[in-house]
């Protein structure tokens, strides 16, 4: 459920009347499966799909009632590597990779939904080095296959993220998470950078238009410390665009998230993964507790304009409260505000 507080006549102007969002909907039903085939050394199956036919699409640019998540094949390796083969998300950015179910807000910051894909079609090799306090994988991706066209009119990408485990209390009580991501793409398709204020119901509030390049080269530095009920990460996303007759532009973004458990719970670090686990539940109400209470805050800021591109530039301030009563279930209040300058207009 969402309504838009105070839409004043400048953003409407550059966004149009948001009255219409307002409201609720389903935001989607997903089901699924993951299993094992039981070779010496099993292969991981893992497949997805999600409906939202109730209201509309559930991909981000379909109209599409139905839609597979998630297909792909784990393939062991040795030295505790693994082969990953299907549609996945692509290995870069803590942000992006973890579920959204695990976030301290109900949607990810803009910069991560404009300048990086949910998902992909590809290979990835990722594994873990120094006693698990480094991980590192590596893909290629061209959604040829998802898309029903021929493999050479998609555009290939090259995606690589490398983290590490700096410092580390005895206990794991008290770490700090440092990363580092590459993605490139050769543009076949051209390129586009849009997204939503933070909000699914919601038109784009920035949006470059498509328009060709020849390539272009993304960066992402992260880091995240966790210190019992405590976590705080930051994020950094640059998009390095070769287009001559765009003026090359550069399009960038960060974000800066605090979290604070005040029941005391502290989420667990996955070390295969080098992401933050979900809120753990230590006294759910089906065992005579109240549940985890997590108060969360946000600042992004992401700017699409540069060059002959004027796709707009947004901050946005986010607050929120979950309630977990169990592992399996969670109600959340979120607030934005939200300062959009674009088309010469703030």
């Given at each position: 459920?969402?309504?838009?507080l105070?839409?004043?006549n400048?953003?409407?102007?550059?966004?149009?009347?948001?009255d219409?969002?307002?409201?609720?909907?389903?935001?989607?039903?997903?089901?699924?499966a993951?299993?094992?085939?039981?070779?010496?050394?099993?292969?991981?199956?893992?497949?997805?799909?999600?409906?939202?036919?109730?209201?509309?699409?559930?991909?981000?640019?379909?109209?599409?009632?139905?839609?597979?998540?998630?297909?792909?094949?784990?393939?062991?390796?040795?030295?505790?590597?693994?082969?990953?083969?299907?549609?996945?998300?692509?290995?870069?950015?803590?942000?992006?990779?973890?579920?959204?179910?695990?976030?301290?807000?109900?949607?990810?910051?803009?910069?991560?939904?404009?300048?990086?894909?949910?998902?992909?079609?590809?290979?990835?090799?990722?594994?873990?080095?120094?006693?698990?306090r480094?991980?590192?994988?590596?893909?290629?991706?061209?959604?040829?296959?998802?898309?029903?066209?021929?493999?050479?009119?998609?555009?290939?990408?090259?995606?690589?993220?490398?983290?590490?485990?700096?410092?580390k209390?005895?206990?794991?009580?008290?770490?700090?998470?440092?990363?580092?991501?590459?993605?490139?793409?050769?543009?076949?398709?051209?390129?586009?950078?849009?997204?939503?204020?933070?909000?699914?119901?919601?038109?784009?509030?920035?949006?470059?238009?498509?328009?060709?390049?020849?390539?272009?080269?993304?960066?992402?530095?992260?880091?995240?410390?966790?210190?019992?009920?405590?976590?705080?990460?930051?994020?950094?996303?640059?998009?390095?665009?070769?287009?001559?007759?765009?003026g090359?532009?550069?399009?960038?973004?960060?974000?800066?998230?605090?979290?604070?458990?005040?029941?005391?719970?502290?989420?667990?670090?996955?070390?295969?993964?080098?992401?933050?686990?979900?809120?753990?539940?230590?006294?759910?109400?089906?065992?005579?507790?109240?549940?985890?209470?997590?108060?969360?805050?946000?600042?992004?800021?992401?700017?699409?304009?540069?060059?002959?591109?004027?796709?707009?530039?947004?901050?946005?301030l986010?607050?929120?409260?979950?309630?977990?009563?169990?592992?399996?279930?969670?109600?959340?209040?979120?607030?934005?505000?939200?300062?959009?300058?674009?088309?010469?207009?703030?």
């Amino acid at each position: 459920r969402q309504d838009w507080l105070s839409p004043d006549n400048d953003v409407e102007q550059q966004v149009g009347d948001l009255d219409e969002f307002d409201g609720g909907e389903i935001r989607g039903l997903r089901f699924g499966a993951v299993g094992t085939f039981n070779f010496k050394r099993p292969w991981v199956y893992t497949v997805f799909a999600a409906t939202n036919a109730f209201d509309r699409g559930f991909g981000v640019t379909t109209t599409d009632e139905f839609d597979f998540l998630d297909y792909r094949i784990d393939i062991p390796l040795r030295k505790g590597s693994a082969l990953s083969i299907g549609k996945q998300k692509e290995p870069i950015s803590m942000e992006r990779i973890m579920s959204l179910a695990f976030e301290p807000m109900q949607e990810r910051a803009s910069v991560s939904d404009a300048l990086l894909p949910s998902r992909n079609v590809g290979i990835v090799l990722n594994g873990t080095l120094a006693g698990q306090r480094v991980t590192h994988a590596f893909g290629v991706f061209n959604d040829w296959f998802d898309a029903d066209e021929d493999f050479d009119n998609g555009a290939t990408q090259w995606v690589g993220r490398v983290t590490g485990l700096p410092l580390k209390s005895e206990d794991e009580s008290a770490l700090l998470h440092l990363g580092f991501g590459l993605r490139r793409t050769d543009a076949k398709a051209g390129l586009r950078f849009r997204t939503e204020p933070e909000f699914n119901m919601s038109p784009d509030f920035v949006d470059t238009g498509l328009f060709e390049a020849d390539s272009a080269m993304t960066y992402s530095f992260e880091v995240s410390a966790r210190k019992g009920p405590v976590w705080l990460a930051g994020e950094y996303l640059q998009t390095d665009v070769s287009a001559p007759a765009q003026g090359d532009p550069t399009f960038a973004g960060y974000h800066a998230t605090a979290s604070w458990i005040p029941t005391g719970e502290m989420r667990k670090y996955n070390k295969r993964g080098g992401t933050l686990g979900p809120v753990p539940v230590a006294r759910p109400v089906n065992r005579g507790g109240w549940g985890t209470w997590e108060l969360g805050a946000r600042w992004s800021d992401l700017d699409l304009t540069d060059g002959a591109i004027d796709g707009g530039e947004m901050q946005v301030l986010s607050l929120g409260v979950s309630w977990w009563p169990t592992p399996w279930a969670a109600f959340s209040v979120n607030y934005r505000d939200i300062t959009l300058d674009r088309c010469d207009t703030t």
